[in-house]
């Protein structure tokens, strides 16, 4: 009996073996194989004692050959074991890692998505001879074991929605949160609340969220596991994978097929490959703090040994975060913090507190925020020599110094005393007109007030009779090179709106690329924008030397790059400037479409931060004009995705510290920015006949099988939605944006 | 009687229809479609997103504007001498020949054999509020006409009028209008099937469903 459930075992892990590496031959593999048969046939023949003693053998080489096939692993192998259905799930975790736990936020298939699995949890701690059970609120994807109602851990919008609501209900309880990240991506639907704006909410909150956040990353998708990854503390299984998309997409972009053709699984490895996904590439560039090992070949639901090296070290992550955020912490950090080899076993005897207060709460948004900050900090290329680095951030001290004195010093008692005066000033009013009121009576005059004969007859007539009537309009400032050509344009609502054909350089001239009978609005440059809605001559660009490069070393890139600076002109997608508007200073971040499709790698999320920051210390408003954007560079994978987070909490300081941060979408705005650091912004504005979505069709169809009815991210769709606030006429965009400026501006313009 | 069986021979002999592709205004026209016999399939796609077939090309100042096929058939004729020359709005560049479907001939059938009740205007064009409870919850045979019954709202410019039925006494067998669409003068509004002929009817339609060969 016992052999023969030990011999299915066996066939069991070889079966897991073989899945793992696909279709790759390894000399291994076949041993094991003909290891297995040969006992089988064995079997028959030997003694009892005998096949006791062969089994024994037998799963000594197997332990052997895993440990070796397991030095082998490659990152496509790495993919398919994070995806077997025998990875661990967070149900596991939550069995054996914590000591008790109540599932919330739904129960298996009644869930409002059951891709999500939250749960309140608590951990047993001794303090001496008490023992304290320290609460934890326990979010993550759920990818179950072959439950295909869980969708395979792609969280739907209102998914994440409900992780939000938990995150908060977690805030207000002032318990830390721990999060297992194990998602291949979220569910592309546009529904409300919409993929990309669901997660760029939760980024923003979490940014902002006074509890500890510690992430255990075991299959990290791009925009799903941003969603609720953004924490203090962040850990990853060995074998798990982090990467801004699958080896599937990234190969399937490479190639360049369309929908339905299939890439070649070589070129699928090769991509994961060149990602550099796996928890050691994360370790070395610093966007994972510690790596957990797992046991041989991933960590299945068996492997109790792993859960208690997980419990210790997820013990001991926030051990550390809430020490860092503490006062008295001297012996117990040095014990955790300082050697790396220690065991993390000491954790679990020793005691901290895990409890915020006001004070440790700033600290801790302080300390999150300088973390974020520093990552990616070496993934661009910035060609401004020493000289130039040193002027400009001695430029940015003096501008906080004057900044801080002007507004948060003297300002502070500015406007304590005008709130003050002015409340003075508003009982005074009353009184006085009540008093009053009697002797104004008295003196009331009967008739129409009469006006001054000069000031009427300069009121209502032309000051400048000889220049006639008319204003001049000499039309825009840029004109597209579109327009030189002498060629017709075919509408593409011809069909519907019966549209005539329309004539290049009218269309591209004076109708800024805008059909004069359905309106629909043709692609026009960015220049157009940056010169005929800004005042002329107020452009100032500012970090240009902010270079996109290779940090990945990913082949065949640098040739692209530079393909795309010499077409361009630029050196990333991102081109930051100081404007002005009708003569109001503004901050504004361009991202170009022509750049490599607008993709948002490190330099592009760098120089969004700096101009954020600027207008921080300037205390000017910022304008995110999104010419297009593709999303993260996959080229850089991490570097670019760990921007979505970054540039989120450089957002959320910004508007905490009183700014307008604006977003203006045109022609095509897609997945990563839309979903962190654009679709976080209150003022969401479109040009007309723009898209704007979180996945393109293709991937859509690809992902989830569905096709999308045309038109399906067309800006009015999105306004449907509630995704963004208005739509804008490019010709009026500069109008639109005075009046957003005075409207939304309130009563300093700039700032509150 | 006759009539029924003769019109399905008339329609079998030439069992498509012919459509001309004519240019769709001015400018220099380029055939994709070399050679005659070439099947063309209609737009398809959950939401017709995918164009049908590019028979021709027009250019206009510069502007190239595609022609593809709306339904599918075979191209019958092609007029290649055309092909790299300015012509005119209107101009036949090509005959579709579209093999028609079981549907389209049980329509084209009914078209001809039914009694045509015709629009006197233009107008809009709506079911008395009981006659449409009736269509709507038993479909258009459930209805029984006699000649003279008040059947139709003729509605033009918000201004409303009957309309009653002349012609033989049956049952709607096809109703030709849609709700809040204008139909022309002249055009038909329902078909009728006199109570004679219906088992006729009915037969040669069943016979069409069951033997009509698509062409492939």
Request: proline content about 5%.
């Amino acid at each position: 009996m016992d052999t023969e459930k030990r011999i299915a075992e066996l066939s069991e892990r070889l079966r897991y073996i073989r899945d793992i590496f696909g279709s790759r031959e390894n000399a291994n593999i076949t041993l094991l194989e003909s290891k297995l048969r040969e006992f089988g046939e064995r079997e028959r023949l030997a003694s009892p004692q005998e096949v006791v003693r062969l089994l024994q053998q037998l799963e000594d080489i197997f332990v052997f050959l895993e440990k070796k096939l397991d030095a082998e692993l490659s990152a496509m192998d790495v993919v398919r074991i994070v995806r077997h259905p025998q990875r661990v799930s967070l149900k596991d975790i939550l069995e054996n890692v914590y000591d008790n736990y109540t599932e919330i936020g739904g129960q298996d298939e009644y869930s409002i998505d059951p891709s999500m699995l939250i749960a309140r949890a608590y951990i047993t701690r001794r303090r001496g001879d008490k023992v304290h059970h320290q609460p934890v609120m326990v979010i993550g994807q759920e990818k179950g074991h072959g439950q295909e109602f869980r969708n395979g851990g792609s969280v739907k919008p209102w998914g994440n929605a409900k992780a939000l609501q938990y995150m908060k209900v977690a805030e207000t309880e002032k318990i830390p949160i721990h999060t297992y990240v194990s998602t291949p991506g979220a569910f592309p639907v546009e529904d409300y609340p919409g993929a990309a704006q669901q997660i760029a909410r939760n980024l923003y909150e979490m940014a902002g969220l006074k509890v500890p956040v510690v992430s255990v990353i075991s299959e990290g998708g791009s925009g799903g596991a941003e969603a609720i990854g953004l924490s203090d503390a962040r850990l990853m299984f060995s074998h798990g994978y982090y990467s801004v998309i699958s080896p599937e997409g990234a190969a399937a972009i490479e190639a360049g097929i369309r929908q339905g053709q299939r890439v070649a699984p070589e070129l699928i490895a090769a991509c994961a490959s060149r990602l550099k996904m796996t928890a050691k590439d994360n370790l070395s560039m610093g966007y994972v703090d510690r790596i957990i090992q797992e046991p041989h070949l991933g960590v299945r639901s068996w492997h109790y040994d792993f859960f208690k090296i997980l419990r210790q070290e997820v013990i001991r992550a926030t051990d550390q975060v809430f020490l860092s955020i503490t006062g008295m912490k001297f012996f117990r950090a040095m014990a955790l913090g300082r050697h790396k080899d220690v065991s993390p076993a000491d954790a679990e005897n020793m005691y901290v507190r895990w409890s915020v207060d006001e004070a440790a709460a700033e600290r801790l948004l302080w300390r999150r925020y300088r973390k974020y900050r520093r990552m990616a900090e070496n993934a661009f290329v910035d060609s401004r020599t020493p000289a130039e680095r040193l002027y400009s951030r001695v430029q940015g001290l003096v501008w906080s110094g004057y900044s801080f004195l002007r507004y948060d010093f003297l300002g502070k008692q500015e406007r304590r005393l005008s709130k003050a005066l002015g409340e003075v000033e508003g009982e005074l009013r009353v009184v006085v007109d009540k008093m009053s009121a009697p002797l104004k009576k008295i003196t009331r005059r009967t008739g129409a007030p009469v006006c001054d004969a000069e000031k009427s007859r300069m009121l209502t007539e032309l000051s400048q009779p000889e220049l006639g009537a008319c204003l001049e309009d000499w039309g825009w400032t840029y004109i597209s090179p579109r327009a030189r050509e002498d060629r017709a344009v075919t509408c593409p609502n011809m069909k519907q709106s019966g549209c005539p054909d329309l004539w290049a350089p009218d269309l591209f001239g004076d109708f800024a690329g805008v059909c004069s009978n359905c309106g629909h609005h043709f692609p026009m440059e960015y220049q157009w924008y940056l010169h005929n809605v800004f005042d002329a001559d107020s452009l100032h660009e500012f970090n240009v030397e902010i270079e996109a490069g290779n940090p990945l070393d990913y082949p065949g890139f640098p040739d692209k790059l530079e393909e795309a600076k010499k077409k361009t002109g630029k050196k990333s997608a991102c081109l930051t400037y100081e404007a002005r508007i009708d003569g109001k200073k503004i901050v504004v971040a361009v991202l170009i479409a022509p750049f490599r499709g607008g993709t948002v790698g490190a330099a592009e999320g760098e120089k969004f931060v700096r101009a954020l920051a600027r207008a921080r210390k300037r205390h000017y408003p910022f304008l995110a004009y999104v010419h297009g954007t593709a999303g993260i560079r996959i080229q850089e994978s991490l570097n670019g995705l760990i921007q979505m987070p970054r540039v989120t909490m450089s957002v959320r300081r910004y508007i905490e510290a009183g700014g307008l941060y604006l977003v203006l979408y045109d022609t095509n705005s897609y997945a990563g920015p839309v979903a962190s650091f654009l679709g976080c912004s209150p003022y969401q504005f479109a040009i007309r006949s723009s898209n704007i979505g979180f996945a393109g069709p293709g991937v859509i169809k690809e992902t989830t099988g569905i096709d999308i009815p045309p038109h399906y991210h067309n800006a009015y769709q999105a306004l449907t939605r509630g995704h963004i606030q208005g739509i804008w006429d490019r010709r009026e965009a500069r109008k639109n944006l005075k009046n957003a400026l005075l409207t939304i501006g309130g009563r300093n313009l700039y700032y509150r | 009687m006759i009539d029924v069986k003769s019109v399905l021979e008339e329609i079998k002999a030439a069992p498509y229809e012919e459509i001309v592709i004519t240019a769709p205004h001015t400018g220099i026209v380029s055939f994709e479609v070399k050679k005659t016999g070439v099947r063309a399939v209609a737009p398809s796609g959950a939401y017709l997103e995918k164009p049908g077939t590019l028979l021709a090309s027009i250019t206009r100042e510069r502007n190239v504007k595609p022609l593809h096929a709306t339904v599918s058939g075979e191209v019958a004729i092609i007029h290649l001498e055309r092909g790299g020359t300015f012509v005119d709005a209107g101009t036949p560049l090509l005959v579709l020949r579209h093999y028609l479907t079981k549907d389209e001939v049980v329509a084209a059938i009914l078209k001809r054999v039914l009694h045509l009740f015709c629009a006197p205007e233009r107008a809009k064009y709506y079911f008395i509020p009981s006659v449409d409870i009736k269509i709507k919850s038993g479909g258009c045979r459930s209805v029984t006409v006699r000649p003279g019954m008040e059947l139709f709202i003729v509605s033009r410019m918000k201004r409303e009028k009957p309309l009653a039925y002349e012609g033989p006494e049956g049952i709607i067998y096809a109703v030709y209008f849609q709700h809040d669409d204008n139909v022309e003068a002249g055009q038909p509004l329902i078909g009728v099937c006199p109570g004679s002929q219906t088992g006729l009817i009915q037969d040669v339609v069943n016979r069409v469903h069951s033997d009509w060969e698509e062409h492939a």
